[in-house]
């Protein structure tokens, strides 16, 4: 048994998130403190709500969810052309949940965890990071006491599938930066350690699948939240798998995954800027300076996914699922 890594989880459920929140919770090796909710695949009057229905299947009552903004810092919110179903959790269809949402703004809720456990804290985002940029806004010493910052985002060109599998409204971007540019430039230059997995490596249906070894293990465990894992794995393989490849991962666990166990992936720091205009064409984009020559100096730097162990990827995804060790299923 390792630490326990206390987490906050930022996210937008969306089908991939809602089991990141399922992960959270079953892991014995994650203390998650509060999940906030995000405008990204769907405005956060529906994703805090679709929280709220994820920890009601979960049967858990003591672990706050928090709405934020409805909007991006600056600009209008899009729409996901990724598709999470018409309720945003793969067509479940869950009640209206009972459980009532935090009282504190989701910017507030984070300033307050990282302030109770300085040095402690790691902030994962699944989603756009308007919650989190406007939490560094209200509190700047916050960068200095957060542990470390992970955010499932950006496009790099580590490897063909950052763009093949673009998922902002245009070639080069990915949808948790193009929504709200402006605040993944707050948090990535705020000064914290930040690692980032782009779709370089998240998206990537040579690395990334759930394998059918996993798929008959969670078949066997029969519980809840493996139930609810196999659904979402045949949603997205249904939904959203590429016409010539086998793609049933799902998306963002990639980054809870890596957050338990970091040695999952390996990564490199590079020197990015983000595009924050209003170029259709390249807003969002996390443009990486790999020049021998003339490269600019004043870059954004971050660590990001270069590679991924595909089966210790599954292992642990099963592992977080289920609560228990793969080995013994």
Same mark, same amino acid.
């Given at each position: 048994?390792?630490?326990?890594?206390?987490?906050i989880?930022? $996210?937008?459920?969306?089908?991939?998130?809602?089991l990141?929140?399922?992960?959270?919770i079953?892991?014995?090796?994650?203390e998650?403190?509060?999940?906030?909710?995000?405008?990204?695949?769907?405005?956060? *009057?529906?994703?805090?709500?679709?929280?709220l229905?994820?920890?009601?299947?979960?049967?858990c009552?003591?672990?706050?969810?928090?709405?934020?903004m409805?909007?991006? !810092?600056? /600009?209008?919110? +899009?729409?996901? #052309?990724?598709? &999470?179903g018409?309720?945003?959790?793969?067509? &479940?269809?869950?009640?209206? +949940?009972?459980? +009532?949402?935090?009282?504190?703004?989701? %910017?507030?809720k984070?300033? @307050?965890?990282?302030?109770?456990?300085?040095? @402690?804290?790691?902030?994962?985002?699944? %989603?756009?990071?308007?919650?989190?940029?406007?939490?560094?806004? !209200? $509190?700047?010493?916050?960068?200095?006491?957060v542990?470390?910052?992970? &955010?499932?985002?950006?496009s790099?060109?580590?490897?063909?599938?950052a763009?093949?599998?673009?998922?902002?409204?245009?070639?080069?971007?990915?949808w948790n930066?193009y929504?709200? +540019?402006?605040?993944?430039?707050?948090?990535y230059?705020?000064?914290?350690?930040?690692?980032?997995?782009?779709l370089?490596?998240?998206?990537? #249906?040579?690395?990334?699948?759930?394998?059918?070894?996993?798929?008959?293990?969670?078949?066997? =465990? *029969?519980? =809840?939240?493996?139930?609810? %894992?196999?659904?979402?794995? *045949?949603?997205?393989?249904?939904?959203?798998? !590429?016409?010539?490849?086998?793609?049933?991962?799902?998306?963002?666990?990639?980054a809870?995954?890596?957050?338990?166990?970091?040695?999952?992936?390996?990564?490199?720091?590079?020197?990015?800027?983000?595009d924050?205009?209003?170029?259709?064409?390249?807003?969002?984009?996390?443009?990486?300076?790999?020049?021998?020559h003339? /490269?600019w100096?004043?870059?954004? /730097?971050?660590?990001?996914?270069?590679?991924?162990?595909?089966?210790?990827y599954?292992?642990?995804?099963?592992?977080?699922?289920?609560g228990?060790?793969?080995?013994?299923?």
């Amino acid at each position: 048994m390792g630490d326990i890594k206390k987490v906050i989880l930022n $996210c937008d459920p969306g089908t991939d998130d809602s089991l990141c929140i399922i992960m959270g919770i079953m892991h014995p090796e994650i203390e998650l403190l509060a999940v906030t909710a995000e405008s990204g695949n769907l405005t956060s *009057d529906k994703t805090s709500k679709n929280a709220l229905r994820i920890m009601e299947l979960m049967g858990c009552e003591d672990i706050p969810v928090a709405r934020g903004m409805l909007h991006p !810092l600056v /600009r209008k919110h +899009p729409s996901d #052309p990724y598709s &999470h179903g018409e309720d945003g959790l793969g067509n &479940h269809f869950f009640p209206e +949940p009972k459980l +009532p949402l935090c009282e504190q703004h989701a %910017a507030l809720k984070i300033i @307050e965890e990282v302030k109770k456990y300085p040095g @402690e804290v790691t902030i994962l985002s699944t %989603a756009p990071l308007t919650n989190v940029a406007l939490a560094l806004m !209200l $509190c700047p010493e916050l960068a200095g006491l957060v542990k470390e910052i992970w &955010h499932l985002g950006g496009s790099y060109g580590v490897t063909p599938y950052a763009f093949a599998n673009a998922t902002g409204d245009n070639p080069v971007s990915e949808w948790n930066v193009y929504v709200d +540019p402006e605040a993944a430039e707050t948090v990535y230059s705020c000064g914290a350690k930040v690692t980032t997995i782009g779709l370089d490596v998240a998206f990537n #249906p040579e690395w990334v699948n759930i394998s059918q070894e996993v798929i008959s293990k969670l078949k066997k =465990v *029969d519980s =809840v939240p493996s139930r609810y %894992a196999l659904e979402i794995i *045949d949603y997205v393989d249904k939904n959203n798998s !590429l016409p010539d490849l086998l793609n049933n991962g799902p998306i963002d666990t990639v980054a809870m995954c890596s957050v338990i166990c970091p040695e999952i992936i390996q990564t490199q720091n590079i020197g990015i800027m983000i595009d924050t205009s209003d170029n259709q064409l390249t807003r969002g984009m996390t443009a990486w300076d790999r020049r021998n020559h003339f /490269r600019w100096d004043n870059l954004i /730097r971050i660590d990001t996914a270069c590679s991924i162990n595909s089966e210790l990827y599954n292992r642990v995804f099963f592992e977080a699922v289920t609560g228990l060790s793969y080995d013994e299923v």
